[in-house]
C-alpha cells in the first residue's frame, strides 16, 4: 500500500517517500499487549520485515499515531540483526535507533530493539552502542542492569542452593 498514489502526500509529510530501504509497507492492524494482526478496522501502521541470518523471521508493526512496536509472531528481538555483527568487527558504532521510522530514516541501519530482555544478549558483544536518544540510551543502559533470571540450583540430596 505504500506505493499507492493515495499515500503519496502523506509519506512525503513523514519524509519516509524516498526510502533507500526495500522491503517495507503500510496496513491497518490492531494490536494486544504483546503482538499486532491486520485489521481493517485498526489503526494505520508501518510494516517492516525482520531478518535473520538472510531470512524473514517475523514482521513489526509501528503505529502512526503512537510510534509503538508490535511484532506478529513475537520472533523477533531487534530489527537489522544483521548489523549486530557487523559492528562486532569494531569498525563504528552500533546506531540504536527509538523505532522503526527512525530506522527508515536511518535507511536500515543499525537495530532497533524490539525486546528489552534480550538485548543484554544479543548485545553484549557489541563494543559500542550509538542511541538515536537518551530515553533508549537509558533503556538499554537499564536493560544491561537488569540481573539475568536463572533457574533453581539444587544440590545432589535435592536441598535448593
Not at 530514516?105 to 548485545?123: C, S, T
Request: proline share 7%.
Amino acid at each position: 500500500m505504500a506505493q499507492q498514489n493515495a499515500f503519496a502526500r502523506s509519506l512525503r509529510e513523514f519524509g519516509l517517500a524516498h526510502l533507500k530501504v526495500p522491503l517495507w509497507g503500510i496496513a491497518k492492524v490492531s494490536t494486544g499487549p504483546e503482538f499486532y494482526q491486520p485489521d481493517e478496522g485498526g489503526s494505520w501502521a508501518a510494516i517492516v520485515p525482520a531478518f535473520e541470518e538472510g531470512r524473514i523471521v517475523d514482521l513489526v508493526a509501528c503505529s502512526f499515531a503512537t510510534l509503538q512496536m508490535r511484532t506478529r509472531k513475537g520472533v523477533a528481538s531487534v530489527l537489522g540483526h544483521e548489523w549486530i555483527d557487523h559492528a562486532k568487527l569494531g569498525l563504528e558504532p552500533l546506531k540504536v535507533f527509538d523505532d522503526v521510522f527512525g530506522w527508515l530514516y536511518g535507511h536500515g541501519r543499525g537495530v532497533v530493539v524490539l525486546d528489552w530482555k534480550d538485548a543484554p544478549r544479543l548485545l553484549r558483544d557489541v563494543p559500542s552502542l550509538h542511541c538515536e536518544s537518551r530515553e533508549t540510551a537509558d533503556r538499554l543502559i537499564e536493560a544491561f542492569e537488569w540481573p539475568l533470571p536463572y533457574p533453581p540450583v539444587l544440590v545432589s540430596n535435592g536441598a535448593r542452593r
